[in-house]
């Protein structure tokens, strides 16, 4: 499952969470962005029983992703513990980058 999370809701859903975390930051006006959403909401189907997904718009969630030193999308981040560990950046962002990444910490 991927939990569209907000700027109200970030803290608690990645920063505050336990565990591994995979975010997704997209923008409804980035293509790649929105090329890449439905694979990473296949993969948090598969991927879900151990790892948490959240999506977050950083259209409407500026400070957030500026906090979280996001300067271009899309970025698919790992979390641990509320740390960033590890992301993919704009065109590393492939389907097959994302995916190992994710096994990574499956």
Do not use: W
């Not at 560990?85 to 492939?94: A, K």
Request: glycine content about 4%; proline content about 3%.
């Amino acid at each position: 499952m991927l939990i569209e999370a907000d700027r109200r809701t970030f803290e608690a859903e990645v920063l505050q969470a336990e565990g591994t975390v995979i975010v997704d930051y997209f923008s409804e006006s980035c293509v790649p962005c929105m090329a890449l959403k439905p694979h990473v909401e296949e993969l948090a189907k598969q991927y879900g029983d151990k790892l948490k997904f959240v999506a977050l718009d950083t259209a409407k969630a500026r400070r957030v992703a500026i906090g979280q030193k996001i300067l271009g999308i899309p970025v698919v981040a790992v979390y641990q513990n509320g740390e960033k560990v590890e992301e993919l950046v704009q065109d590393d962002c492939t389907v097959e980058a994302v995916e190992a990444l994710i096994k990574k910490y499956y």
